[in-house]
């Protein structure tokens, strides 16, 4: 069965360091989107793409995280400098549903743990 | 996105049926009612939708009050691994929705 691809799994990092985060989704899925989970809560929407194009990063503090989606497949989300607050695990999910399609099941990875020092 | 409320824990005895409910009273009438888990350090998973009839698959079954007000998702014969935190997500009727997540139900399946 296809499943999302996440990595690194773990990453400690000291803070004012960069880190990145590298998604590849389902193949042929249209969508990705990128989610935060801070411990003890729900995950939350950081940007979403549609193809290689954004299409909300309203929640995505814009300072220090960026995130591209190059040629619509795989995408890169990166964190420079990351502070102590950033601790989370970080979740890529896809979906093949396209902005007017019906249906919105998403598939995520096994999301990357940044621990910030 | 029509904001949902579910409690906070439940607990259910393995092979016994397991019933999570949802309100969702503010839900608009084209908006879906999706759930997810989420089982111990790893993603959300995708269980079922549906927008006004029963729904059932190989997973579980969601049954949708006629006002549309509340949902209940069934698991009819839990075992320990459905110990899991689970959500109850409305969405819009379009595709490539964001989901918006509550604090979820943590289920704990005991033998």
């Known amino acids: 069965e296809a499943e999302v691809a996440q990595s690194p799994r773990y990453k400690i990092t000291e803070k004012s360091q960069a880190v990145a985060f590298w998604c590849d989704p389902i193949s042929g899925h249209a969508t990705l989107y990128w989610y935060r989970q801070i411990l003890g809560q729900g995950p939350e929407l950081l940007v979403q793409?549609?193809?290689?194009?954004?299409?909300?990063d309203s929640q995505l503090p814009k300072d220090r995280f960026s995130a591209e989606r190059l040629k619509g497949v795989d995408s890169t989300l990166k964190i420079q400098p990351a502070e102590l607050g950033d601790s989370a695990m970080y979740l890529c999910a896809s979906s093949l549903a396209a902005s007017g399609s019906s249906g919105n099941e998403q598939f995520f990875g096994p999301g990357t743990r940044l621990t910030v020092l | 996105d029509a904001k949902t409320t579910q409690p906070p824990s439940m607990d259910c005895a393995e092979g016994r049926a397991a019933n999570l409910p949802c309100n969702h009273s503010?839900?608009?009438?084209?908006?879906?009612v999706y759930w997810y888990r989420q089982i111990h350090s790893q993603g959300p998973q995708y269980i079922i939708h549906g927008l006004k009839n029963n729904e059932t698959n190989e997973m579980a079954s969601l049954i949708i009050t006629e006002d549309r007000k509340s949902s209940t998702l069934i698991l009819p014969h839990a075992t320990l691994r459905d110990t899991a935190v689970y959500y109850c997500i409305v969405s819009a009727p379009r595709g490539a929705q964001k989901l918006v997540f509550g604090q979820g139900t943590r289920l704990t399946i005991n033998p």
């Open positions: 503010t839900i608009s009438g084209n908006e879906y």
């Open positions: 793409f549609q193809d290689e194009s954004v299409v909300d």
